[in-house]
């Protein structure tokens, strides 16, 4: 059950990306001489798949909503992007005019016109076979219903054009956008006709192509999975009666159509049978290691850490994905990320920035090993905005928020002989194998026997030459008190800027198993015909990964199958759906942290107003020694913070369109 993944296509983007990517019509007397060969033909293909998002790049493009979301916390520095002042409120339709300032509209226009104009002309290709001539077909058809999802996903609704490609002719004053039942209709249309077209795996029914030539080419599984994803998101509330909030009733193109319907809550039923479509595929098992070895904390970490690190050729949980791409930043290659967030000077040097750090409300997150409980229920408020420093601790999870553990041994990605025991803060002990794999606290040693201070070291972070990684007012450092470390494999010394960082090999995972499970699982509790052990059931699948009990073992105290009567966990009732919602959202910060889920999760189901308004708490990294440093609070974050109004679940339409199309009716608040 081998996985398909952009390397064929996007590897040779790091070689020369004007020899394959972009394709030049010009190069060929007419259209149709270039539509009538094989080889020309292939590469028009293959350029269709430069305009795909690069949800990769978490501090810049399309992928930046990492920063915008309360899953992470970014130096302020002078490496700033874009959307760091969005994140602070700091942007509008006036300086959203290009790709580097989150506008990537025209890109994807661009990328849909050309999909639409291969698909007109795929008829001339006469060299290639009839199932060769399909194959292409359905993957120009996932690329454009992929491309006008990426558009909807952050304006709304937009003009979809259809099978026709765009007007030249057309005045553009003219133009509106379409509504959201007819962008979905269009995308989901297009994505039902290249299932049928593209084939499960690309060597398959006689295609004549090799699997290790085509990595990347869109199968069916990813056509089904880009479905489920697109059908879970018409199903939410931004896209589906917003709440009863009413923030969209009103909304109308120029031609008085309503663009927002109604609640249906058939939309959650349509999520189900598109998951249980990829489910009866049987290609697809979530990653694991047939060689971890140690405790069961090891071996749940290591299991978890495949679906970054596993080679694509038995990976079986990704569906599709594409090479971790830098796009120039810093030349630092696919390692970008990780020398974003390793850490910066001091004992370590990894020679890192020490710019993408996760939030404490995505430490919070995470479960206690032991029991299975997710430890922080939510947070109380000081001044209307939530407070990190005062937690809702659920009582029978066991996590405490203050104290120390004395001869605290390290459990994942370290050997004792050189880890040796050390203090640790209580709220670092005992959480579920993902924390350790994602995270390396203040205190912890950093995982790997050999730096460029020559052996182990401690990762600590406070204002005094003691510490390992020492706060700076002025040069990079970690400010948040957390190093994250996903994309680092334990062990990598990460001596030379260049080399190092450069040679890291990351397959990004656009649609993998974990993600499909959560959305059945979202949708059997949502639905009118509710499932709660089906739901349970998938939930636990992603959590038994992790070494967790199931949800039953773990909350005997909450009544789940009753959708509508409530159960009490310490100060928090809720009631038997809306734990299970909210235990969903949980599990999906803490299964896709920094995948760029986080951010349309809290969109779709419209609680970034309520999440997103807070204080820039961390570790008190001016602190002058480790147990102070431990305190949390609002003052030592260099930046402004984040800040969300309602007129954000929607981009503005950028001053460029709008001067363009003068008719076209711009979002609510803006």
């Known amino acids: 059950m081998k996985k398909i993944y952009i390397l064929a296509i996007m590897a040779l983007a790091a070689v020369s990306c004007d020899s394959f990517f972009d394709i030049n019509l010009k190069d060929q007397p007419t259209l149709e001489d270039t539509m009538s060969r094989s080889s020309t033909v292939k590469r028009y293909l293959a350029h269709l798949y430069s305009y795909i998002p690069r949800d990769e790049n978490i501090r810049n493009y399309e992928g930046a909503t ?24 700091e942007y509008g339709a006036d300086n959203a005019v290009d790709d580097a300032s989150a506008n990537p509209w025209k890109r994807f226009y661009t990328g849909i016109n050309e999909c639409t104009t291969f698909l007109t002309n795929l008829n001339l290709d006469k060299e290639d076979s009839p199932r060769l001539i399909q194959q292409m077909e359905g993957e120009a058809r996932f690329l454009r219903a992929y491309y006008y999802f990426v558009l909807l996903r952050q304006w709304g609704p937009v003009i979809v054009w259809g099978d026709e490609a765009a007007d030249q002719g057309v005045k553009a004053e003219t133009l509106d956008r379409n509504t959201v039942d007819e962008n979905f209709d269009f995308i989901v249309s297009e994505l039902d006709k290249a299932i049928e077209l593209l084939c499960v795996e690309v060597n398959d029914d006689g295609l004549g192509l090799s699997l290790a030539s085509n990595k990347g080419r869109a199968t069916k599984g990813a056509a089904m999975a880009l479905k489920t994803r697109v059908l879970l998101y018409r199903a939410s509330p931004l896209y589906n009666g917003q709440n009863g909030s009413g923030i969209y009733n009103g909304f109308q193109n120029s031609r008085g159509e309503k663009l927002f319907p109604e609640y249906d809550a058939a939309k959650w039923d349509d999520v189900v049978k598109a998951a249980e479509d990829i489910f009866a595929l049987g290609r697809y098992d979530l990653a694991s290691s047939a060689t971890a070895t140690g405790t069961p904390i090891e071996k749940a970490a290591a299991n978890y850490q495949c679906t970054w690190f596993q080679n694509w050729s038995i990976n ?19 390692g970008c990320d990780v020398a974003y967030a390793a850490p910066a000077g001091g004992k370590i040097a990894l020679a890192g920035y020490s710019l993408t750090s996760p939030s404490l409300k995505l430490v919070d997150a995470y479960p206690m090993w032991e029991n299975g409980r997710y430890p922080v229920l939510g947070y109380n408020k000081t001044g209307g905005l939530l407070d990190y420093s005062r937690p809702i601790v659920d009582p029978l999870s066991g996590y405490k928020t203050s104290g120390w553990t004395d ?21 670092t002990v005992g959480r579920d194998a993902r924390y350790y794999s994602n995270f390396v606290p203040n205190g912890f040693w950093w995982p790997s026997s050999t730096t460029n201070s020559g052996g182990p070291v401690r990762f600590t972070c406070y204002n005094s030459p003691s510490a390992t990684s020492p706060y700076s007012e002025t040069d990079a450092c970690n400010r948040v008190g957390y190093v994250w470390r996903r994309l680092y494999k334990a062990g990598n010394p990460l001596k030379d800027l260049t080399a190092d960082y450069q040679s890291m090999r990351y397959v990004y995972p656009a649609f993998r198993l974990a993600e499909v499970y959560l959305s059945y699982a979202e949708a059997q509790n949502e639905r009118t015909a509710r499932d709660a052990s089906k739901a349970i059931e998938y939930i636990d699948k992603v959590r038994e990964r992790s070494g967790l009990p199931g949800l039953r073992t773990s909350y005997p105290d909450i009544d789940f199958d009753n959708a509508e009567g409530t159960s009490t966990v310490g100060e928090v009732t809720r ?95 803006w």
């Open 66 to 89: 990492v920063l915008r979301s309360d899953e992470s916390l970014v130096a302020k520095s002078q490496y700033e992007t874009f959307w760091y002042k969005v994140r602070r409120g």
């Open 407 to 427: 001869n605290y041994q390290q459990l994942v990605d370290v050997d004792p002989s050189w880890a040796t025991p050390f203090k640790a803060h209580n709220t």
């Open 575 to 669: 009631t038997g759906r809306e734990w299970l919602r909210w235990i969903i959202l949980q599990e999906r910060m803490c299964e896709f942290a920094m995948e760029g889920q986080r951010h349309y999760d809290m969109l779709r189901w419209m609680k970034a107003m309520e999440e997103y308004n807070t204080e820039n708490w961390t570790l008190h990294i001016t602190a002058d020694n480790y147990e102070d440093s431990y305190e949390r609070v609002s003052g030592d974050y260099i930046g402004g913070r984040s800040v969300f109004q309602e007129r954000d679940y929607l981009f503005p339409i950028g001053s460029p369109q709008i001067a363009q199309m003068t008719n076209y009716t711009q979002n609510p608040g």
């Open 316 to 334: 079986t949980e990704i569906i599709w994905g594409w090479w971790y791409r830098s796009w120039g930043d810093e030349s630092l290659g696919q």
